[in-house]
């Protein structure tokens, strides 16, 4: 088992070693400390929010009250699961690491930025599918920015995703079980403008 264990940790090395080293690039050092930024996405958040009830209507609420309870879960369970496993971060471990963001005191296992993304993504993938083709490449992109900047292991960021997936698709199934049909958060989403369309079609 401790053969096993440590096996596992050096492919996990390698491919740290790989992505934060190997693959280092001028255009990347840019952009993927820009898809690590609480900050922006706070800003992407504030225009988009607004955005959804207008294109959606009122079912839009619910829906984004599902999406701000996943990712508040899966924060919280990614913190808790930090306490257990207390797995240290490679930029406190790993000498030649291409440091390109703080490294916190914070334990690595899970990324809460992975858990969280990828919790956002599911919901919004499950009601709006238009959209996972966005959401689920973002989520992925945020991800593989936590190994790119030197703060996480691949296997960090790995168990962050299946947390949050977890998260996000319990939530919407749950929804989807107990809101009024109406309300609920668990459906797709259609715009409002085909609702629109539909109905003046049956009038006619």
């Known amino acids: 088992m401790a ?3 440590g096996s596992l940790y050096g492919i996990d090395h390698t491919i740290f070693l790989v992505v934060n080293r190997t693959l280092q690039n001028p255009v990347f050092d840019l952009l993927m400390p820009a898809l690590s930024d609480k900050w922006l996405g706070l800003l992407v ?21 599902l999406a ?6 899966s924060d919280l369970g990614a913190g808790v699961i930090k306490d257990v496993v207390q797995r240290i971060r490679p930029c406190h471990v790993i000498s030649e690491v291409h440091l390109l963001a703080g490294c916190t005191r914070s334990f690595a296992m899970p990324s809460n930025h992975a858990s969280n993304m ?8 499950i009601l709006l ?6 959401v689920l490449p973002l989520a992925g992109s945020v991800a593989y920015s936590r190994v790119y900047l030197g703060v996480h292991y691949p296997t960090d960021v790995l168990v962050g995703a299946v947390c949050g997936i977890a998260v996000g698709w319990g939530l919407t199934v749950a929804a989807r079980s107990l809101l009024p049909a109406k309300w609920a958060a668990g459906r797709a989403l259609e715009p409002r403008t085909r609702a629109c369309g539909a109905d003046a079609g049956a009038a006619s």
Do not use: E, K, N, Q
């Open 3 to 5: 053969d096993m264990v």
């Open 45 to 65: 958040v504030a225009v988009v929010v607004p955005w959804l009830p207008i294109r959606y209507g009122r079912r839009a609420w619910p829906a984004i009250a």
């Open 68 to 73: 701000v309870l996943a990712v508040s879960l």
């Open 118 to 125: 990828f919790a956002l993504a599911t919901v919004t993938g």
């Open 129 to 134: 599918p238009r959209w996972r083709w966005v």
